[in-house]
T-cell receptor, first 111, second 114 residues
Framework: QKEVEQDPGPLSVPEGAIVSLNCTYS??????FMWYRQYSRKGPELLMYTYSSGNKEDGRFTAQVDKSSKYISLFIRDSQPSDSATYLC???????????FGAGTTVTVRA | DTAVSQTPKYLVTQMGNDKSIKCEQN?????MYWYKQDSKKFLKIMFS???????INETVPNRFSPKSPDKAHLNLHINSLELGDSAVYFC?????????????FGEGSRLTVL
């Protein structure tokens, strides 16, 4: 069983829609939670990270972590065609600092 | 200036061959990684080096041998290539091991084994 499970997708939404991406994790040692964005034929790039439970907002992006239910979410408001990419959630263990990734969700925003 | 650069970008080779991928980072980071991304986009860590010292060595066949000549470089050599080795290999770096999960990735080296 993977330590971080991600809704597989793919997701296709019209421009302007809200995109909701979700992951769950199994290891209580995870303390940092990240979302990476990967465009086609490129390497992943860090989009947002949060420490422990709570919300973090950055422009049109909101990351949420609920440690009690081991749930990680990313919301993209007013989605744009340029948001079309694969989104990978990731969690960092506090004991050995090993980063575990979800399998990624490919999002297509239709103009 | 590319922060994490890896060469070659594409590799097509026959089963049984040996190949190498090179990686360099100019960010001044202490820690470098090799990740493998399969066709389903799952990204799995293979190795991690901190200041030239191996610190993470996941369950990877010993046909894969990383080498870090200095903290800015991390190479990956693969012996006796198999079909299942076909994947995209990403090099990444981070400031140090006790990081917040912010890794800087290269653009990947796409390996196809025929």
């Amino acid at each position: 069983q993977k330590e971080v499970e991600q809704d597989p997708g793919p997701l296709s939404v019209p421009e302007g829609a809200i995109v909701s991406l979700n992951c769950t994790y199994s290891n209580s040692a995870f303390q940092y939670f990240m979302w990476y964005r990967q465009y086609s034929r490129k390497g992943p790039e860090l989009l947002m990270y949060t420490y422990s439970s709570g919300n973090k907002e950055d422009g049109r992006f909101t990351a949420q972590v609920d440690k009690s239910s081991k749930y990680i979410s990313l919301f993209i408001r007013d989605s744009q065609p340029s948001d079309s990419a694969t989104y990978l959630c990731a969690s960092l263990r506090s004991n050995d600092y090993k980063l575990s990734f979800g399998a990624g969700t490919t999002v297509t925003v239709r103009a | 200036d590319t922060a994490v650069s890896q060469t070659p970008k594409y590799l097509v080779t026959q089963m049984g061959n040996d190949k190498s991928i090179k990686c360099e980072q100019n960010l001044g980071h202490d820690t470098m990684y090799w990740y493998k991304q399969d066709s389903k986009k799952f990204l799995k860590i293979m190795f991690s080096y901190n200041n030239k010292e191996l610190i993470i060595n996941e369950t990877v066949p010993n046909r894969f041998s990383p080498k870090s000549p200095d903290k800015a470089h991390l190479n990956l050599h693969i012996n006796s290539l198999e079909l299942g080795d076909s994947a995209v290999y990403f090099c990444a770096s981070s400031q140090d091991t006790a990081n917040t999960g912010e890794l800087f990735f290269g653009e990947g080296s796409r390996l196809t084994v025929l």
